[in-house]
């Protein structure tokens, strides 16, 4: 059976890394995605789980996950869709906390059912939406259960660099036709010029890695052009969180200088 694509595994095991190799406090903390992606008694050893090479990827990856789950926490919504869900855990390491809904291709999530289970961890309502047939992943969600006159809370992280322009402003535009008081939290690379200098080698580097991989970053954005598609989608209310900003929040005043990378930053975009 076809699993997860190779990024979804790599942000499980950056996660398993953290923990147990980036000195406490911790800023996320997650090792269950390492139980189900289940790697190979050497996967420490592979180039891009080195981690002090990949320190600020995995810096990202972290910041950008206690973010979403920090927005989860205080937002009064009790439905919580997550878009491209690959292998996050949400639904395992707080359970019953919301009604959980995991999209992804149905490969994935028919993986990820039998993955659980096996492990016994909870299974929440994974949504399998085949994209590249034409799929309307809103209806499949509605299919599933989702409530679409209630507010919700929509992840998309680490999915929009893959996506053209077009597709992500009609991806925004269907969220934006939920509930008043739905709120997405959305990730996206920014323009090349925007990068610290320091982080321009890792930005070519993964760059060029995802073009080989044949899954290439399409898209860029100012975050004031990503702020104008999220007001011409039709949400009320929306800002930009910098990755300098997430670096502020969960990483100052490490004694181990451990912090993410530049060139991502967040949208977070409110339904009136």
Do not use: C
């Amino acid at each position: 059976m076809t699993g997860p694509d190779s990024t979804a595994v790599r942000v499980a095991l950056w996660r398993a890394i953290h923990v147990d190799f980036d000195q406490p406090p911790h800023v996320f903390v997650d090792r269950i995605g390492l139980e189900l992606a289940d790697p190979d008694d050497d996967w420490r050893r592979r180039p891009d789980m080195d981690p002090k090479a990949t320190a600020g990827f995995r810096g990202s990856i972290i910041g950008r996950a206690r973010f979403v789950e920090d927005l989860v926490a205080r937002h009064p919504a009790q439905q919580y869709v997550i878009l491209g869900a690959g292998l996050d855990t949400f639904a395992q390491r707080r359970p019953g906390e919301r009604q959980v809904f995991e999209i992804d291709q149905p490969q994935t999530q028919a993986w990820k059912r039998r993955r659980l289970v096996e492990i016994g961890h909870p299974v929440p309502n994974l949504v399998p939406v085949d994209f590249e047939a034409g799929d309307d992943w809103l209806q499949r969600l509605v299919d599933n259960g989702f409530d679409p006159t209630k507010p919700a809370v929509v992840a998309s992280t680490g999915v929009s660099m893959y996506l053209t322009k077009e597709a992500n402003a009609a991806t925004l535009a269907k969220v934006a036709s939920l509930a008043p008081g739905t709120t997405l939290v959305m990730t996206y690379l920014l323009e090349p010029d925007l990068i610290d200098e320091q982080d321009q080698p890792g930005r070519a580097m993964s760059f060029n890695g995802a073009r080989s991989s044949k899954t290439p970053f399409v898209s860029f954005y100012r975050p004031a052009e990503m702020l104008a598609v999220a007001r011409d989608a039709g949400f009320a209310e929306v800002a930009n969180v910098s990755g300098k900003e997430i670096a502020d929040r969960y990483f100052a005043g490490r004694a181990d200088g451990f912090k993410p990378s530049t060139g991502e930053d967040i949208v977070v975009a409110t339904i009136g």
